[in-house]
């Protein structure tokens, strides 16, 4: 049983069809970290032109899924409900296998430091279990 449905990302981030790629929060410690997943379907838009009768999910976009996961564990924070995750940065983003059309996508963010309205966090994305991609997100929480 999912912490949060689709409706419900959507009351905490302000992404929407076709850039919400966030399908529900699983696990939920505000502040700490959130478990997200993601379903992966063929007709999803960026598979028309990413790659022609070989799709793969850009890697930019499980990047961004993994923040948008980051966004929620954020914003769960009282003081910051209601506000805005903005992307302030990446690091040390490593891909270790395609995401394909059926793959289902756990994506996994760990605060691992706030000072101030910047949180900082470790990100990884995983199907079946295994690593599909990892990076360290830096966040700015504004209006």
């Given amino acids: ?4 449905t689709t409706k419900e990302i959507m009351e905490i981030i302000p992404h929407r069809s076709p850039f919400l790629l966030i399908d529900t929060i699983e696990e939920l410690e505000p502040g700490v970290r959130a478990v997200g997943k993601k379903c992966v379907s063929f007709n999803e838009p960026y598979f028309a032109g990413h790659f022609p009768g070989n799709p793969v999910m850009p890697g930019v976009l499980i990047i961004e899924a993994m923040a948008q996961v980051g966004a929620v564990a954020l914003l769960g924070l009282e003081e910051w409900k ?19 059309p059926g793959d289902i996508l756990t994506l996994e963010t760990k605060i691992s430091r706030v000072k101030g309205p910047i949180g900082i966090g470790e990100a990884a994305a995983y199907v079946d ?10 966040f700015a929480v504004g209006e």
């Fill in 1 to 4: 049983m999912s912490v949060y």
């Fill in 82 to 100: 209601g506000k805005t995750a903005y992307f302030a940065g990446i690091s040390s983003a490593r891909f270790k296998r395609k995401v394909l």
């Fill in 129 to 138: 279990g295994e690593l599909a991609a990892k990076a360290e997100l830096s």
